[in-house]
């Protein structure tokens, strides 16, 4: 990698959520409701609006110029989920980042909000959201939910053209909410050709898409080699969606290569041409406008075609109404930083804190010891059952569940249901959260770990009138300076990990069991080797124990 590559990264993370931004302002909306939110018929830039949060009884909020959406959020979840020793923490970021989420969640689609909803469960983990509710069905879930926030695994990787690295952590990600093979495919997908783009500095084109649909068909081996997946996830879906995944996969892949047949990539793609493209492809119907595949598709076409113009591909996609326009945006932007020089032209939310992650996971593609953030630990995570109560008062003031001290930063507004509020979290990023105005007491427990009160006070023995929502807005946004810092990595921790053999499969120890006869001893001492396994120990030891069941059965089953 070169040294241009920081810029790269950096220009990626700027450019995907100005492209949010932009497409956030005409999102789900048609010309008359663009004209009512900033007073013109189309987007040219980032600009103060109003949008109505809360569903159709909820109320017109102010948003600042730049704002940006449910795809940035969870990307920049994604990005704290990413310890500094380059390891994704999955269920952090299933049953912390995503349930938390709920409370400043904007423009949120269904799939993932069921899927968030889902993850409240005391027994869901992120290999294990299997939900069937009357809105929404886990494995029906292809939407693009998780291809829009999956660019922090691609910045981080260590080696760009270690496709499997870089799959299996997207794969992850994209299984705690989404179940159906559109849905984690496309998401596999923009993370490949996100991958060439930053590897060879250069935009795939079409000598490049082919290849990277062509690794779709790959995804189920590298699922196979993943125990948590394989022996977790994969088995729980196969029961719920009633298919095989491996000829799911071909089915995407040829669904993918099929469109791609259906386009010309020498027609000059223009207003019409690029509407044009977007119908052919379902991008305007209902039923298949939030594709996983579809929006993968649309922005690597466009980002292709505006190379040399990123700003008026970003402008392109935002104002063809009717589709996906703030995801296709962001996507696009992702793939067209990297060969830009420079941020985008408009104003961008949190841009301090985009530059922060984005320079963390730089540091972790590089090997260099970075920072890990101090979630609560998991064994004592419970959240509270409404997600109203995600936001709670604690002794040191009102916080976000899973993520700490909220400040606001401007004065709440009611509305029947809720009050909404922007406060400013400790690490820099603006929420504009939804809470009851009387706010009820928030666990210890669900605090980061750098951040839990006294133990002296209870947040319930506050008086009552402090006990209310932000009485005091503080204005000043939290500076990067100022931010505290998150708990750090040993040194030494990286280069030690990358030389480590791999521990054998759960299936070769298994398969070593069986040889020997399946004796109780071993049995036991695997078993608790499992258990003892760090982070995913419960897990591990799950997934051993239903392949360990289904290998002594069929033991017993043979012919002697």
Known sequence: MSAMQWEAVRASAQWAAYGDALGFITELTDTAGVRRRVGQ???????????????????????????????????LATSRAIRGDGEFDAEAFAKIEVVAWQ???????????????GLMRVEAKWSQNVFATKAARYVDIGGNGAAMRIQPHVWSARDLT??????????????????????????????ILLAHALDTNEL????????????????????????????????????????????AAVTVANECRAALEAFDPTTPLTTETYAALVQRWGGFDAATRGSGTVTTLLAAVLAHAYADSP??????????????????????GALLGVVTAGPPPGTVQDVQLIDSE???????SQGREASTFAYPDLLRWSPPKATLDLVGHTPMGPALAGLGPLTPTDTPAASNQATYVWGTLPFGQSVLVRARLDLRPLDENLLPGDVRPPRSRRAADVPKEQQLLFEAPVQAAVSADQRPGLAGTAPGAVSERAHRQAPPSIEEIVQELARNGFTPEQVGRAL????????????????????????????????R
Do not use: C
Request: net charge neutral; proline share 5%.
């Open 358 to 364: 984005a320079r963390r996971m730089w540091d972790i």
């Open 311 to 332: 700003e008026a591909g970003l402008l392109l996609a935002a104002n063809t109404l009717g589709s996906d326009t703030d995801t296709i945006a962001t996507m696009a």
């Open 204 to 247: 795939p084109g079409p000598k490049q898409w082919r290849p990277a649909v062509d690794w779709l068909e790959q995804v189920p081996d590298v699922i196979a080699k993943d125990d948590e997946l394989a022996y977790l996830w994969l088995p729980t879906w196969s029961d719920a969606a009633g298919i095989d995944f491996r000829s």
């Open 528 to 559: 608790l080797h499992q258990i003892r396994g760090g982070r995913y120990g419960v897990e591990r030891a799950a997934a051993f124990a239903g392949l360990l069941a289904r290998a002594y059965h069929s033991e017993q089953e043979r012919p």
């Open 41 to 75: 018929d189309e987007v040219t830039t980032t600009v103060p609006w109003k949008r109505r949060v809360g569903g159709r009884y909820g109320r017109d909020m102010p948003l600042p110029a730049g704002a940006y959406s449910d795809d940035t959020q969870l990307r």
């Open 162 to 191: 270690n496709w499997d690295h870089i799959t299996r952590d997207v794969v992850r990600n994209a299984v705690s909410t989404h179940g159906h093979p559109r849905g984690i495919l496309g998401a596999v997908l923009h993370a």
């Open 103 to 117: 409370a400043y969640a904007l423009g949120a689609g269904r799939g993932t909000k069921a899927a968030a909803t």
